[in-house]
């Protein structure tokens, strides 16, 4: 578009047009008529170009917006659950000092406790294996004979790596048994996570069920991950085999006063 005429030169094209009519040369203002014309179709036609470009190049920056507000979403939503993992494998963190500082079963309720506080969860419960144990243990720790239970414990829990149960409480068989307490029943309401605490020191063989209890029945549900909770329990049960296993060898167990299962 450089060989468009400026206004100034267009002006004076339009006057000399109009001197040239009002003088009778018509083939002369044919000839200043048909330039004028010319300049005028070639400057549309860039102009209409331009405005081509510049809607292209709005739509592609409408685009990149939407785009730019998509990740930035992304981006907000990692972040959050990022922390959120963050503050959550904190709890966790937390929450195992309690496993570890189990040096006998005397120490079961208290780290019941502990794990409960940190990771904000209702009622949290473990029952052992009383043929593991030897006998029972006491009021504090329920036990029962995990194989006279284990068409409850079978229907219950998933067959994988991990021996899980995530829903609510009316789905599962026998939640007493999963909490060593008769008033747990599937009237209850709420919805449980249970896991199968697998026994290192015999494949196959679980030494006691973790169940935890919540009056949401929402809390624990198919859809929700459970990475950091399984981890979690399988940490539990390898530091609660050694303390079983510590115990029954050495006749250190706590005493079998109580009536269980």
Avoid: W
């Avoid at 972040?79 to 959120?84: E, P």
């Avoid at 409960?116 to 006491?138: F, H, P, S, T, Y």
């Avoid at 929402?218 to 303390?243: H, K, P, W």
């Amino acid at each position: 578009m450089d060989n468009l005429f400026t206004l100034k030169k267009f002006g004076e094209q339009l006057d000399l047009l109009k001197k040239l009519l009002s003088e009778g040369k018509q083939s002369e203002a044919d000839y200043v008529a048909q330039n004028l014309y010319e300049n005028y179709a070639y400057a549309r036609e860039g102009c209409l170009s331009q405005e081509d470009d510049l809607l292209s190049k709005r739509a592609e920056l409408v685009q990149k917006d939407e785009h730019i507000a998509v990740l930035e979403g992304k981006l907000r939503e990692a972040y959050k659950v990022h922390r959120s993992d963050f503050q959550l494998f904190n709890k966790f963190g937390k929450a195992l000092q309690h496993v570890n500082d189990l040096k006998s079963l005397d120490g079961l309720p208290d780290m019941l406790g502990g794990i409960a506080n940190e990771l904000g969860l209702g009622r949290v419960a473990i029952v052992l294996d009383r043929e593991i144990c030897g006998g029972e243990l006491g009021e504090h720790i329920p036990t029962f004979y995990l194989k006279g239970c284990m068409r409850y414990i079978d229907a219950t829990l998933s067959d994988g790596p991990n021996r899980v149960f995530l829903g609510p409480i009316s789905r599962m068989m026998r939640p007493d048994v999963f909490f060593g307490d008769p008033e747990m029943t599937p009237e209850l309401g709420g919805s449980c996570f249970a896991f199968g605490l697998r026994d290192k020191y015999s494949s196959g063989k679980l030494l006691g069920l973790l169940a935890i209890h919540d009056l949401s029945e929402d809390r624990y549900n198919q859809e929700m991950g459970t990475d950091f909770l399984e981890y979690f329990c399988n940490s539990i049960a390898s530091i609660l085999g050694g303390v079983i296993y510590r115990e029954c060898a050495t006749g250190t167990s706590s005493s079998a006063d109580g009536s269980n299962g």
